[in-house]
């Protein structure tokens, strides 16, 4: 039997790794597998590698490549980010961030208030959005670093970080940003958003897992936070994971090139998916801004069901896409995101997140459109008191 073919609409929890990427990173595994710290010719010309990456990566975000230091994740990007801004400002204790980042930043802030720091997480509007007038009011004096998503994995919405930058420039604080989402998406300028220090990881750009980097404007204090041998010149010890940066930055040259496509065909295939969904589907609403947000992501809410028995069901057809609750101890919990948003506990636990990308199709679109409603008409009838709930979300 013919094996099912993988509707993959999950591209915002990792992305195919490129074929061009791929291709790029072998000689690191066969005849280049030199430590780019040797000081003979065969370690120094993996070294010419690693430097030719970190060119390509500040060209698609216009840094100098002096501002790229490669790390092992975004995680590590964002806790770098974190823990440098206290150490050099020994003085300040409080950190600004939002309520519905990652949870790079949402354990690491938690982490930080057990250990005697101030964390303010800022709310969120019912769209997903920031009110930038609530950064304003609370940096304090001691602020050490105001820390804000660009766009958010589970929805998508974009907060406006060039005012947030702008706000902390004024108050003389540390600006951060984690853009893990936006590289491929949306044109990455950091000059223009004047931002401090910025996240990406690579394996949401069509690169492998475990490589990430953190620009650190030119002239911001840094202090390391993975310390030991003088790599990345002495801001990250480590010997390089030489193939994932080779892919990282064979990966950044192709986004350039195919971000038109995010931005046209992606993002028709998205609007198509959705625009279907809230039509045909009764009983559906988006979560988040359908305007300030990334041309990928669609989260939807299913009123009288749990997302994760749809889940089920899309994986039986072999497509993937995924909810933001999180399973602890056996319960689901519901999205921190979409809660921070004042979606009802149920409703967010009926939402699923469809993140598309360049390697989908029509068809993969197709696919989902022929088998949804079924699926949905399935679940609803096994929930008790599920038409109830339908028709009242329809009302
Ligand atoms: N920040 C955001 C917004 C993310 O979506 C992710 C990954 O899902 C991360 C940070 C963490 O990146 P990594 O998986 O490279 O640690």
Redesign the pocket.
């Known amino acids: 039997m013919a094996e099912q073919r993988l509707c993959y609409l999950d591209n ?2 990792t992305t195919q790794v490129a074929p061009e990427v791929v291709e790029a990173m072998l000689p690191f595994y066969t005849e280049l597998w030199g430590n780019p710290s040797s000081a003979y010719g065969f370690g120094s010309q993996v070294a010419d590698h690693v430097r030719g990456a970190r060119e390509k990566l500040a060209a698609m975000i216009n840094a100098d490549p002096s501002e790229i230091l490669f790390t092992s ?4 990007s ?1 806790n770098s980010a974190f823990m440098s801004a206290l150490s050099v400002q020994p003085g300040k204790r409080h950190i600004i961030t939002s309520s519905v ?2 949870s ?2 949402m354990a690491f802030g938690r982490l930080l208030e057990k250990r005697g720091y101030e964390v303010t997480y800022l709310p969120v509007e019912s769209d997903g959005s920031l009110d930038i007038c609530l950064l304003q009011e609370a940096i304090r004096p001691d602020t050490a670093l105001v820390s804000l ?1 660009w ?3 589970e929805t998508g919405v974009m907060f406006t970080i060039e005012e947030a930058a702008a706000i902390c420039r004024m108050h003389g604080v540390m600006f951060h940003s ?1 853009a ?2 936006v590289p491929g998406k949306v044109k990455i300028d950091v000059k223009d958003l004047g931002v401090d220090m910025m ?1 990406l ?4 750009l069509h690169a492998p ?1 475990g490589v ?1 980097l953190l620009y650190v404007k030119a002239g911001t204090k840094y202090q390391s936070y993975v310390t030991g041998g003088g790599q990345e010149r002495g801001r990250r010890g480590g010997t390089e994971n030489v193939a994932s940066i080779v892919g990282f930055g064979r990966a950044a040259e192709l986004a350039m090139a195919t971000i038109d496509d995010e931005n046209t065909r992606v993002r028709a295939m998205r609007d198509r998916l959705e625009k279907f969904i809230l039509k045909q589907i009764p009983g559906t609403s988006r979560n988040g801004n359908a305007e300030k947000r990334l041309p990928n992501t669609a989260n939807i809410a299913f009123s009288g069901l749990e997302a994760e028995a749809l889940l089920l069901l899309l994986n039986k057809e072999n497509i993937c896409a995924s909810s933001g609750s999180a399973c602890t101890t056996g319960s689901l919990k519901p999205s921190h995101v979409l809660t921070s948003m004042g979606v009802r506990e149920e409703i967010a636990q009926g939402s699923v997140r469809f993140s598309l990308g360049i390697y989908n199709t029509e068809e993969d679109v197709d696919l989902v459109i022929e088998k949804l409603p079924g699926m949905v008409e399935c679940l609803r009838g096994n929930m008790p008191g599920a038409s109830r709930e339908t028709q009242m979300a329809e009302a």
């Open positions: 915002n929890a994740c975004g995680t590590e964002n980042e990652h790079a930043n998503m766009a958010n994995n984690d893990v989402q996240s990881s690579a394996h949401k897992k990430g």
